[in-house]
C-alpha cells in the first residue's frame, strides 16, 4: 500500500485499532502522531490556515509523541529514569533535520526493539522538543491535562 497522504495514515491507523496485534498498533499510532506533528509544525512554519495553529497545538501535539514513546517503552518494560541526564543538554541544528533523526531513531527501535534503540529515540524527541523551544516542566504541565 502506498501512503501518500495523512489521510490515508489516519485510515490505517483506524483500521488498526480493530487489530488484536497491540504493539503493532503502538508503533502505527507513534508514526499516526509523527506525522500529525510534521503536519502541525508545518502548518506554523508556512502560516497556513491564517494563524490558527498555536504553539500550544504543536506542544499538545508533541506531548502526544512523548506519551506514544513512553506506551512503547511500557510494551516491552523499559523504564525512563535516565531522562533526567539528557534533559539539560544544548541542542541546535535544523528543525527539518532533526525530524528525519526521530524518524531513524523510530526505525532503528522497530527493526532492533532494544533497550539502546529506545533511548535514542527518546532522547532524539525530546530534542526535538527543545528545537520547538519547549522545556521539560511546560511538557510535564501539559501532559497532566
Partial sequence: MNIT?????????KQSLYSDNVLENKYLNLMFVLAKLVNVID????????????????LSQYVEGIESILLLGEEFGFKTEWLEDYSHQKVSGELSNH???????????????????????????????????????????NSNE
Fill in 5 to 13: 497522504r495523512l489521510d490515508d495514515l489516519t485510515t490505517i491507523h
Fill in 43 to 58: 502548518g506554523v512554519n508556512t502560516g497556513e490556515e491564517k494563524g490558527l495553529i498555536s504553539r500550544e497545538m504543536v
Fill in 99 to 141: 525530524l528525519i533523526q526521530v524518524l531513524e531513531a523510530f526505525v532503528l527501535f522497530r527493526v532492533k526493539k532494544s533497550v539502546v534503540m529506545y533511548k535514542a529515540l527518546f532522547i532524539q524527541y525530546i530534542q526535538l522538543g527543545k528545537l520547538l523551544g519547549f522545556e521539560l516542566e511546560e511538557i510535564a504541565e
